[in-house]
């Protein structure tokens, strides 16, 4: 028997460390190696070493080929309306129902933050909305703390306004379909707890960067017509949007993995793009990040090493631990055991970590969704939490011709953070007692 625990305790050790490896090799990206082959060296060493095997990699490719795809999706048809200038117009809105005041600009950058990533998901926040709102920002003259003040928010907001709906974010479609909950269902539950979180979020954002925000900025900023490069596309934005949120909700009810809805939408604007021949529809196609699914299956398949070997077990009895807990605290600290993995080992692998552990755990109901949510706020605890949050800083830097350092990134995270989440949390336990989770 301690022999088999002795190996046992060796291929978790092993399992960890080639996670570790893994991470530093995606942080550090040595001679540009892209962070989709990074993942997939550390999944090549576990099948090597024997810690996975094929038929893991079939498992992992069955849990999160729909969030996947549907995240592809959602970027290439940001990206083709972002072609036609939705988002350089609704940006340049934003300035200009400020009317010149510089409190009423944050707000409104927060709520059409949270407006892109609830359709469009915070990756799409991350590589579309953060580089016009940048630009708009600068044709104002704005600079310095005052700059860095509304850029934090944009970054903030971009993952936890990502919770209403299963497109919103990577992980709540894998955090939610792991355990058979629908889009629809999803929604009718998610919706309370991300209007906490939006509000929230606005609340200590502003509190935290008020003495850096000015009562005046310039509104002097035009949008010219020749900035929508293709009509037809730019006027379809918000019934295109509208249609496909009802097509989600139909789907969900027949049982439709969402990213059979998404997948077509996507395909039917690009061949829309290339049709009209107004804008580029191979730059959509190029753009979208690829070594995300690359990423995805590679990260995946190094947590499940970790989790095969005991990592399950040692989750699940700490979530057992707190679900013994009164008064609500066992939502709080769930969803923050969640975020704390999602800030150390970025949020997809530790959403997938999340649902092992709360299927080993037994656990059902609402607090499930207390993955999505941990998952969703939590990454906002360090740069390394999620995609969204390496792809915003990536943006700042390329668009910006600024950084942000990780002191300062992760201050704002953690003293704005932590409230959001556990606001958020509470709310989601609040609803437990009238709904019911199908």
């Known amino acids: 028997m301690s022999g088999i625990l002795q190996n046992q305790t060796f291929d978790f050790i092993i ?9 530093v090799l995606v942080i550090k990206k040595p001679k540009g190696l892209g962070i989709g082959y990074s993942a997939l060296i550390g999944a090549l060493i576990t099948f090597l070493t024997g810690l996975t095997s094929l038929k893991d990699f079939i498992d992992v490719i069955s849990i999160v080929w729909n969030a996947t795809l549907t995240f592809i999706s959602i970027v290439i048809i940001s990206l083709v309306f972002d072609e036609a200038g939705v988002f350089q117009y609704l940006s340049v809105r934003l300035l200009s129902l400020s009317r010149g005041n510089g409190k009423r600009l944050f707000i409104l950058i927060i709520l059409g933050g949270a407006f892109i990533s609830a359709i469009f998901a915070n990756d799409g926040t991350a590589l579309v909305m953060t580089p016009i709102i940048i630009s708009v920002l600068y044709r104002a003259g704005l600079k310095g703390k005052t700059l860095l003040a ?3 928010a944009v970054g903030f907001i971009a993952d936890s306004a990502s919770i209403p709906l299963l497109v919103s974010n990577l992980v709540n479609i894998i955090a939610a379909t792991y355990f058979g909950i629908n889009f629809f269902s999803y929604m009718y539950v998610m919706l309370i707890p991300d209007l906490v979180s939006v509000g929230s979020s606005l609340l200590f954002l502003y509190l935290f960067f008020m003495k850096d925000i000015p ?19 730019f006027k379809m934005f918000f019934p295109f949007i509208t249609v496909l949120i009802v097509l989600y909700s139909v789907g969900g009810f027949l049982s439709v993995p969402v990213a059979v809805v998404s997948m077509p939408a996507a395909f039917f604007l690009l061949l829309l793009a290339r049709q009209n021949g107004r804008i580029s529809y191979i730059n959509p196609v190029r753009e979208a990040p690829w070594q995300i699914i690359l990423f995805s299956i590679g990260m995946y398949i190094v947590v499940f090493a970790m989790a095969n070997n005991g990592l399950t ?6 979530l057992i631990y707190f679900s013994s807990f009164p008064y609500g605290l066992n939502y709080i600290f769930t969803g923050y055991l969640f975020a704390f993995t999602a800030s150390i080992m970025n949020n997809l692998p530790s959403v997938l970590l999340g649902d092992l552990a709360l299927q080993h755990a037994h656990m059902t109901g609402t607090i499930l969704l207390t993955n999505a949510i941990g998952n969703d706020i939590g990454p906002k605890f360090t740069p390394i939490g999620s995609l969204a949050t390496l792809v915003w800083l990536y943006m700042i830097e390329r668009k910006g011709d600024f950084k942000i350092s990780t002191v300062d990134y992760m201050k704002t995270g953690i003293l704005v953070g932590i409230p959001v989440l556990t606001l958020t949390l509470l709310s989601l336990y609040l609803e437990s007692g009238l709904i019911v989770l199908h």
């Open 15 to 23: 399992a960890v460390s080639i996670f570790i490896f893994s991470l």
């Open 150 to 152: 509304y850029i934090m």
């Open 215 to 233: 009562e005046k900025v310039s509104t002097i900023v035009d949008f010219k017509d020749s900035e929508i490069k293709d009509p037809l596309i």
């Open 313 to 318: 077990e040692v989750i699940s009895g700490v």
